[in-house]
């Protein structure tokens, strides 16, 4: 039988199959492998003769991520503002570029809008060809928008603490019943602290999952991002990587750059540039045998 784990807890793995959630242990051959499922596996299970359920096998993921402890993420929902707390878009952009360089959509949810304008927000990702989806959930301005873009799909949302997002995961379904606003509980879950994770059924094989603030979804120790691969990471290069002088051209200092010209006419957004920069200063500290296994 196959399904998808939607929960693990204290050694169970809840298993979504078309008979319904079976609760199954690891199997020894598993853990032979030093292959420990992830909640968003596909997995392979059977039943033995009492009844209980045991993973045989984890099909070959899209992806698989740390913090929080994922597979197969199809799409990132950033969740972002321009009301209190204001988005600082670095973190959407470090995330973004991870996503996308590990196969997973991008979507970016500007929330809020009953409060405050969307220009700013807008104008940064304008060009990326991410989805940009303005919202309320307060309001319900955006949420059938947003219910659209996710559908059938397995998504992590993830924002600073504050920006709304178990607000938004209520609104695409109040009886997920999350609780919002209480910060200083949300705080108490340390970056260290292990959070259970728990897909949250939209239905329709869409699967949503709240996760943690920007900070703390660590996508990078799985499959860092090597400084020129980062230009790929940037949907809006795109057009222009073929029109540098050089082939190697790392679009930050060299002559007759074609990603600077149109960061110049205004065709690429400054901020996201400026991102790039700072994360390849970042990304080129690693020595690449240090990355590879
Ligand atoms: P989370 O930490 O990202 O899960 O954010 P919450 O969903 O807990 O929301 C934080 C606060 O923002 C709560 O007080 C919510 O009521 C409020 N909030 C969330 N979304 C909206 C919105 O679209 N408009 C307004 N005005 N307030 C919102
Ligand atoms: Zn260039």
Redesign the pocket.
């Known amino acids: 039988m196959e399904g998808v784990i939607i929960k693990a807890l204290s050694g169970f793995y809840y298993v979504k199959t078309a008979d319904g959630v079976i609760e199954c242990k690891g199997s020894g051959k598993l853990r032979h492998k030093g292959l420990s499922p992830l909640v968003g596996d596909r997995v392979e299970i059977s039943l033995d003769q009492a009844g209980k359920g045991r993973i045989d096998l984890v099909l070959p993921r899209t992806n698989a991520f740390i913090r929080p402890a994922v597979a197969n993420i199809e799409a990132l929902i950033c969740v972002t503002s321009d009301a209190i707390p204001v988005t600082d878009t670095y973190l959407v952009d470090r995330l973004s570029v991870i996503a996308v360089h590990n196969h997973c959509q991008v979507i970016i949810a500007i929330n809020k809008v009953d409060l405050v304008r969307t220009e700013r927000l807008k104008e940064i990702y304008a060009a990326t060809g991410f989805p940009v989806i303005a919202c309320s959930a307060e309001t319900g301005e955006g949420i059938e928008e947003l219910r659209k873009a996710v559908a059938g799909k397995i998504c992590a949302f993830t924002g600073d603490s504050g920006v709304g997002k178990s607000s938004i995961l209520n609104a695409l379904n109040p009886a997920f019943s999350l609780r919002v606003g209480e910060v200083s509980d949300k705080l108490g879950r340390g970056r260290h602290t292990t959070r259970h994770v728990e897909l949250f059924d939209l239905g329709n094989d869409t699967w949503l999952i709240d996760t943690p603030g920007f900070a703390s979804f660590d996508m990078e120790a799985v499959n860092p991002v090597l400084c020129e691969d980062l230009q790929y990471a940037f949907p809006e290069f795109d057009a222009y990587l073929n029109g540098?002088r050089f082939n190697d051209?790392?679009?930050l200092k060299?002559p007759d750059?074609?990603?600077?010209r149109a960061v110049e006419e205004g065709k690429i957004h400054k901020k996201r540039y400026q991102s790039y920069k700072l994360m390849y200063a970042d990304a080129s500290k690693y020595k690449h045998w240090e990355m590879k296994k």
Do not use: N, T
């Open positions: 540098c051209c790392a679009h060299e750059c074609a990603v600077r």
